[in-house]
């Protein structure tokens, strides 16, 4: 199962509307100042061998200046010597929010399966998530949310419950269209009070 | 696939049928005639003239009458030669009994035996499995002695079980709840009719008012959520699914991919779908006590009567920390008036403590106001026998309240003997009794959200 270039993933969920932070690829650390506009960025190494990015040291948060983003850059490089062929990818610096986990999978009897769940590092600890057939109802995705244990960390006010529903059938909608996308993971999305971004992006076809 | 000629046979062909006590075919016999079955019996085995003061016969072709239901208890090699002669003789449905196919590797055996069922279209249940009962039309293919598993009595819940061993099991602790059965299918190796071809039928059939369902793996899966979609609008399903320890042990992709294994999708599946969802074996059969009281809930607000503070206490623990009930806030009206008719000792609160000399005039006053309240939506009554006042007399008052009640009620009651036999006259009134105050919450909350369910789907 192919990765999907993390610009083509974006593409499709734009195509969505399903939101997602700023990011464009860079080949040198110039480039990656260029992008950055002086405003404080994330450099990530993306390639089809690494899972778990944060933990193989694959993502530099939160870089800021010429001196940090070439030292960060250039780590990237060289830790991605056993990753080849492998990408590295700008992205703006998210504001803070709670990390949520939205995902898909084929089921090999049910098919199509969305998943959302408390997110970020936190995904593997608690394994706190719900999951649906494709496609789901409106009562389905407030469903899969009231019925997280985390629900109150998840959609701690109204308007963060409304924002997640509607992106839950989007992403469900996105999953029944694309017979092709067989797997997605957008790990983690931030919520904040009046909107969220996907921040990673991983769909495989 | 209709399985009506099975569950309500004009008449039953037992094929192995045994003179010997003690063998499949022997107990099988025995146990149509011990239960009064009223359709024409013919047992079938190639070396007697007779069995159990029946004349046998050698063959199912040597019967004269169309015959609805086989009953297969023959070795396994032979099923294929006994199946052919059962589709000559344009048998409507069989049940093989026997074992020794695909459970112990004989998958090319099991194939042939579906084959020879789809090629004659016979329905076919089995193999390797206890077979079907129905209570009304006093048909009943298990092979397991009366005197060692009592059959329930006549009710409107049905059980299917694709294990044998745990549906006897359950079968047995049913026998000993008020509730009932209407229908018991245990379907084995599920050759040919599987699950969705029995809920199906449970779905359209009337008898059947709750279905309980213990499944170990799905075998047709777009059919089956397609069903699900439909059952659950009909009926409640409560559902035990064995085999947790086995998902997701393939190796992820994705994070999404690790945490949605078979076992979880299918769990998701239940629950999009409105199933009730047990743990366990006792959870199945308290979830199929509440749903066979039959009635719905228009609220979440509980209300708890007791003549015990500290079981009224532990109880409001429950609900206050259950997912989605609530404990009631009795309307104005209802607390002057409870008030008025409760002794000064009685302190007007939810839960509302009778004391531990309530008797049965004190149960009525308080059923009768807060089961009116506009407020409450379902009630919990805690009666400890072991109190002076407490007495066949409440028990009474509980079963005419049930009657006339058009919110949902349970009683929780603890203790042995004197509390068994009131506990049992409760359920024979229609009135679902627990012994814990955890189990008793959980139903009604399994009850809640099924209500819940099934008014957000007839609004979709």
Redesign the interface.
């Known amino acids: 199962?192919p990765l999907l270039d993390y610009m083509q993933a974006r593409k499709l969920l734009d195509k969505y509307k399903i939101k997602s932070i700023g990011s464009a690829y860079v080949n040198s650390a110039e480039s990656a100042a260029d992008f950055a506009k002086g405003k404080r960025i994330v450099l990530k190494l993306i390639s089809e061998k690494a899972?778990h990015k944060s933990r193989a040291g694959l993502v530099k948060l939160d870089i800021d200046g010429e001196k940090e983003i070439a030292a960060a850059y250039d780590d990237l490089v060289r830790r991605g010597r056993m990753l080849r062929p492998y990408k590295i990818l700008a992205q703006k610096m998210a504001d803070p929010g709670v990390e949520i986990?939205i995902?898909?999978?084929t089921?090999?009897?049910?098919?199509k399966?969305l998943?959302v769940?408390l997110g970020g590092v936190y995904?593997?600890a608690f394994?706190d998530?719900?999951?649906?057939?494709c496609p789901?109802?409106k009562?389905?995705a407030v469903?899969m949310l009231?019925?997280l244990q985390s629900r109150k960390i998840v959609t701690y006010d109204g308007k963060a419950e409304d924002e997640i529903v509607s992106l839950l059938m989007k992403v469900s909608k996105l999953l029944t269209e694309n017979k092709k996308v067989s797997?997605?993971?957008l790990?983690p999305v931030i919520v904040r009070q009046d909107s969220y971004e996907a921040v990673d992006i991983?769909i495989?076809t | 696939m209709d399985l009506t000629p099975m569950m309500k046979p004009m008449n039953v062909a037992i094929i192995g049928a045994s003179r010997s006590p003690g063998k499949v075919g022997n107990v099988i016999m025995q146990n149509y005639i011990a239960a009064g079955y009223e359709g024409k019996l013919y047992p079938v085995n190639p070396n007697a003239d007779e069995i159990l003061g029946r004349k046998s016969y050698r063959t199912v072709l040597e019967i004269k009458d169309t015959i609805d239901l086989a009953v297969i208890a023959v070795p396994a090699p032979i099923v294929p030669l006994v199946l052919e002669q059962c589709g000559k003789a344009k048998v409507k449905s069989v049940v093989v009994v026997s074992g020794g196919f695909a459970e112990v590797g004989e998958v090319k055996l099991q194939d042939r035996i579906t084959e020879i069922a789809k090629k004659y279209r016979i329905a076919m249940v089995g193999p390797n499995c206890l077979g079907v009962m129905d209570t009304r039309a006093k048909s009943d293919t298990m092979f397991l002695p009366m005197k060692k598993i009592s059959r329930p009595k006549v009710g409107s819940v049905s059980f299917v079980s694709q294990s044998g061993a745990v549906g006897s099991t359950v079968l047995d602790v049913i026998a000993g709840e008020g509730f009932g059965l209407s229908k018991f299918i245990s379907y084995g190796n599920a050759a040919y009719v599987d699950e969705v071809d029995i809920l199906e039928y449970l779905m359209n059939d009337d008898e059947t008012k709750v279905i309980v369902l213990y499944i170990e793996g799905?075998k047709r899966?777009?059919e089956f959520?397609e069903l699900a979609r439909k059952l659950t609008k009909k009926k409640p399903v409560v559902v035990l699914k064995a085999g947790r320890t086995s998902a997701g042990v393939n190796a992820?992709?994705?994070?999404?991919?690790s945490?949605?294994g078979?076992y979880?999708?299918?769990?998701?599946?239940f629950?999009?779908f409105g199933f009730a969802i047990a743990n366990d074996l006792s959870e199945l059969l308290y979830y199929a006590k509440i749903f066979a009281s039959e009635v719905k809930p228009s609220g979440n607000r509980v209300a708890v009567i007791t003549n015990g503070g500290g079981a009224g206490v532990i109880t409001a623990d429950e609900i206050a920390s259950s997912?989605y009930l609530k404990m009631a806030d009795y309307a104005e009206g209802t607390k002057k008036a409870l008030k008025k008719v409760m002794p000064g000792l009685v302190n007007i609160a939810n839960p509302l403590d009778l004391a531990g000399d309530a008797d049965a005039n004190r149960y009525r006053q308080a059923l009768d106001l807060i089961g009116a309240d506009r407020n409450t939506d379902m009630l919990v009554v805690i009666i400890l026998y072991q109190t002076p006042g407490a007495d066949p007399s409440v028990t009474r008052e509980m079963v005419q309240k049930k009657i006339t009640l058009s919110k949902p009620l349970l009683v929780i009651s603890v203790g042995t003997e004197y509390t068994e036999k009131q506990a049992k006259l409760l359920e024979e009134g229609g009135v679902p009794v627990y012994d814990s105050p955890i189990a008793a919450i959980d139903s009604l909350e399994a009850l809640f959200e099924y209500a819940e369910f099934k008014s957000?789907?007839s609004t979709?």
Not at chain 1, 129 to 133: C, F
Not at chain 2, 264 to 269: D, K, S, T, W
């Open positions: 199962m899972v986990i995902g898909g999978n089921d090999a009897q049910f098919g399966v998943l769940g995904v593997e394994k998530v719900q999951l649906r057939l789901i109802t009562a389905d469903d009231s019925e797997e997605l993971d790990n991983r495989l | 799905i899966g777009k959520v992820a992709h994705s994070h999404t991919a945490l949605a078979n979880a999708v299918q769990e998701a599946i629950r999009q997912r957000r789907s979709r």
